[in-house]
């Protein structure tokens, strides 16, 4: 999507309201009608109106209660039709009036649904994603004022508790994520995780697609994969961390929560999409321990640029309802995003948000040893989590050795040494290079 020039065409709007009272939501918009009239129709569908003004529709009630539109931001040139429109077709003809991009700014009263998500979610993004006259529509942004806030407990750790339950400070955070994913009994998993601990992971988690199930269950999984850390731990002088996925049907989370925490241990885990924001809002309001938040189903409504919500603006939600850490894309790894968007994800982890603390960032999929200069370079600070599953999983040598060569890579960073010239002299990251291929900076 290209907003090259859009300042220069800004139609300004007076901003004449109490921010406090206000939640502002930038939008990305296509649409063949007049953009104004557009933007009007917007704000009115969102908050009080309807296609046509209803004679109970008061000015009193729509001042209080109506979306107000702050911005219109048009995009110069024309654009295809992106997304399907029968009604599109029908009011305007195919081609007998050209589609144009804009960029919205809206705010919504949040009296209107309160500090709650899912009117939240209705209000801002609910409807208006079916009008038939907007042919794309991305929410980009959302800005919350401390009033709205100040509701919300967010992580109950973030990224110094983190780091503090482990000790370990002046570098990233190292993990893996167990594989094969599914189909481990819980001995194997443990034992796996106790070579993963061994060769000196601080993180291990397991996969999105392993939770509680019948033949590796959450309470045979954490008595296993605890005594197996407390043993690799005592023997590395380190300490691990696991998260357990307790994502389940609603009413289950906060049991597993307990069988984990009751049998020593240290995260959960909840695959934040699936299982709903506000979900893993109560379990942070509950936790004992930091929830580590998976992303996987988000990129339904997040991946195209026509359509859903942006990754840094549901960030921001994942991060509100209280994810310790938050899984943000890959750098030069196997995930559709650039870099640059990675990056930029990971931002919305830390950027200043009220009392809400931070959250740790984590940079994962297709991440191995020879991907630590990359990730250093181009996330520019070390708090953050660098997780790999057949980058340590699958070394020849094994577990213990992946997780060595990822840790040796990481010392090799924060020396300056170029790990081809760390390799040397250290077996585990030669035969990493060796088997997953060149070193990226
Ligand atoms: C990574 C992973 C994660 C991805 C995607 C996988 O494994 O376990 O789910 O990082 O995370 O199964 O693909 P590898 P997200 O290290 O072996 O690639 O969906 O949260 O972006």
């Known amino acids: 999507m290209n907003m090259g020039r859009f300042e220069r065409d800004l139609i300004r709007f007076p901003e004449a309201i109490d921010d406090e009272d206000y939640v502002i939501v930038t939008y990305y918009l296509e649409t063949a009608m007049d953009i104004e009239k557009a933007a009007n129709a917007f704000a009115a569908e969102q908050s009080t109106g309807t296609w046509q003004r209803v004679g109970y529709e008061t000015d009193d009630l729509r001042e209080k209660h109506g979306a107000k539109v702050i911005g219109i931001y048009p995009i110069p040139g024309e654009c295809p039709q992106n997304l399907p429109s029968g009604t599109t077709m029908k ?126 269950s959450i309470k045979d999984r954490v008595k296993h994969v605890m005594a197996a850390l407390k043993r690799a731990d005592e023997e590395k002088g380190e300490k691990t961390m696991y998260a357990f996925n307790i994502t389940d049907r609603l009413d289950r989370v906060k049991e597993l929560h307990d069988i984990v925490v009751e049998n020593g241990g240290n995260c959960v885990m909840l695959n934040a999409a699936t299982i709903g924001l506000e979900a893993m809002r109560e379990l942070a309001e509950y936790t004992e321990v930091p929830i580590h938040c998976h992303r996987d189903f988000a990129p339904m409504w997040a991946r195209s640029p026509y359509l859903g919500i942006s990754f840094p603006a549901l960030t921001k939600l994942f991060r509100l309802c209280g994810a310790d850490q938050i899984h943000c894309g890959a750098i030069q790894g196997k995930l559709y995003e650039t870099d640059e968007e990675v990056v930029t994800n990971m931002r919305a982890c830390t950027l200043e948000f009220g009392g809400i603390k931070d959250a740790m960032p984590v940079s994962s999929g297709g991440q191995w040893a020879g991907k630590s200069p990359v990730n250093a370079r181009k996330i520019g600070h070390y708090d953050f989590l660098h997780l790999s599953g057949g980058g340590i999983y699958a070394h020849p040598d094994g577990a213990e050795a992946g997780a060595r060569s990822v840790r040796q890579a990481w010392d090799a960073v924060l020396k300056g040494i170029r790990l081809e010239d760390y390799a040397k002299e250290k077996r585990e990251l030669a035969r990493a290079i060796e088997h997953f291929g060149s070193v990226i900076y």
């Open 91 to 216: 009011e305007f003809g195919a081609g007998n009036r050209c589609i144009r991009a804009s960029v919205l700014r809206l705010a919504f009263p949040h009296i209107n649904f309160g500090p709650k998500i899912p009117n939240l979610l209705t209000a801002v993004a609910g409807n208006l994603y079916e009008m038939g006259s907007f042919t794309a529509i991305k929410l980009i942004d959302i800005e919350f004022p401390d009033s709205y806030l100040k509701d919300f407990t967010g992580p109950r750790f973030g990224v110094k508790v983190c780091r503090d339950i482990l000790g370990v400070y002046g570098r990233p955070l190292i993990g893996a994520i167990i594989k094969p994913c599914v189909g481990l009994s819980a001995e194997r998993l443990a034992e796996l995780a106790y070579q993963g601990a061994k060769g000196g992971l601080d993180f291990i988690k397991d996969d999105e697609l392993l939770a509680d199930t019948t033949y590796n």
